[in-house]
């Protein structure tokens, strides 16, 4: 897809993490999943997939510009954007633009142009044992709350209550 995988993820944002916690700036995980993306690999096949996994990518990677973003995918239809100075709120409206954007503008695969929706978990990364591991799990979670609430569409994790 042109982004870091997993492991590159991680190795990015550790440090990164590291200094704006202890300089105290909010930071962010945002997971996001392309919807029903099994039935774009039956539709149009596998080969299709993958161009619409790299132009997913694009995407983020355009929308999550600014120097200190980090994005990358997280595995299979997963991709993973850790966004600094931002606080839940201004995450969760940046995503749903990004949600927005992704379903107005059908792929454009070859000759095909193949309509995407992505749902989207946002979670606060904050001081932790494992701050990036507790962060990625809350925004998982949020994530299946966007997906059991009708997909194409973004939850922030709240630890003061379940995801909304």
């Known amino acids: 897809t042109g982004l870091a995988n997993r492991r590159g993820v991680q190795e990015r ?3 990164l993490i590291g200094a704006n916690l ?3 700036r909010p ?4 997971m996001v999943d392309l919807d ?6 039956d539709c149009y096949g596998h080969d299709c997939g993958d161009a619409v996994l790299r132009e ?13 973003d980090v994005t990358g995918r997280w595995g ?3 991709f993973l954007a850790v966004l600094c100075d931002m606080t839940l709120a201004e995450a969760v409206r940046f995503a749903e633009r990004l949600c927005l954007r ?14 995407v929706t ?12 494992a701050p990036l591991d507790q962060a990625v799990r809350k925004a998982d979670a949020a994530l299946y709350e966007a997906k059991r609430s009708g997909r194409n569409r973004v939850r922030g994790y709240d630890d003061g209550a379940a995801p909304g």
Do not use: W
Request: hydrophobic residues 45%; aromatic residues 6%; glycine residues 6%.
């Open 27 to 30: 930071m962010v995980a945002m």
């Open 36 to 41: 029903h993306f099994k039935a774009i690999n």
């Open 102 to 115: 992704v379903s107005e503008e059908p792929f454009d695969i070859g000759a095909q142009k193949i309509p």
């Open 13 to 15: 944002t550790s440090p």
């Open 76 to 78: 299979g239809e997963e």
């Open 56 to 68: 997913f990518a694009r995407r983020l990677a355009a929308h999550c510009q600014r120097i200190q």
């Open 22 to 24: 202890r300089a105290k």
């Open 118 to 129: 992505v749902s989207i978990g946002v979670a606060e990364i904050v001081t932790d044992a």
